[in-house]
């Protein structure tokens, strides 16, 4: 009888050292949770930092820019050069733009008394009514007169392809 109270002892110490192993494995897990959430939240506030310093940065050579375009120091003359190429695109294309928007085609036509008013579209697809398959259909067949109207003993069937 005393070996079935040393493999109880065994067994009541191991189950105890399992248990404590197993607490002691979730507490590491739940710091280490609580790092890795730490780590994430401090990255987010790092990257915001960097964000607000860059805008920063970009105003403050939007406002050097400003007050030095007619004199550039020699270092700066070439961005200079490439900000002012980038404004003259910007206006070209703003220009073109609002002939557009007017329905004036400049390349086309000079003396045009036609004007064009635009919406905003909208990118939901529900809004704007879609045509079923048998009014394409319709619409397709009824739109060339020229070409008679096909017939199911017209069609050809496919050749059948071999199962692989």
Excluded at 106 to 132: G, M, R, Y
Excluded at 135 to 154: F, G, R
């Amino acid at each position: 009888m005393a070996d079935f109270n040393e493999i109880k002892d065994v067994v009541k110490n191991t189950l105890g050292a399992v248990a404590e192993k197993t607490r002691s494995f979730a507490g590491k897990a739940t710091d280490k949770a609580k790092d890795v959430t730490r780590v994430a939240k401090l990255n987010m506030e790092l990257n915001s930092e960097k964000d607000s310093m860059q805008k920063t940065f970009a105003e403050i050579g939007k406002l050097y820019y400003e007050t030095t375009k007619d004199l550039p120091d020699r270092f700066f003359v070439q961005l200079f050069d490439e900000v002012a190429l980038t404004i003259e695109n910007i206006d070209k294309l703003k220009a073109e733009i609002d002939e557009v928007k007017t329905g004036i085609d400049p390349k086309t036509c000079k003396d045009c008394d036609i004007e064009v008013e635009f919406e905003d579209l909208s990118s939901d697809e529900s809004a704007a009514p879609q045509a079923s398959d048998d009014e394409l259909i319709k619409e397709t067949s009824n739109s060339s007169d020229d070409e008679p109207e096909a017939t199911p003993e017209d069609e050809q069937p496919l050749p059948e392809q071999p199962a692989e």
